[in-house]
């Protein structure tokens, strides 16, 4: 039991880090809809694994916190 909480603070603390290290998009601009952050773009390189690795932590991160429920 002890390793999953050890688990999930790592997990925890990858996922925020790996949040922040996202690129930002637009910045304020988007918010009030002008800027030249209306055109689609795709993720490439450093910024596709980033984003690769977000969802796996945080997939990893669920189903850590399931199982400290249920056991």
């Not at 002008?34 to 993720?43: D, F, I, K, V």
């Amino acid at each position: 039991m002890n390793y999953l909480k050890i688990a999930q603070l790592v997990l925890g603390l990858l996922l925020i880090i790996s949040i922040l290290m996202q690129q930002r998009g637009s910045g304020l601009s988007g918010t009030f809809g002008g800027g030249e952050g209306n055109a689609y773009s795709t993720r490439r390189g450093v910024e596709k694994i980033i984003f690769a690795a977000t969802i796996i932590i945080a997939v990893l991160f669920f189903a850590v916190s399931i199982l400290r429920i249920t056991l």
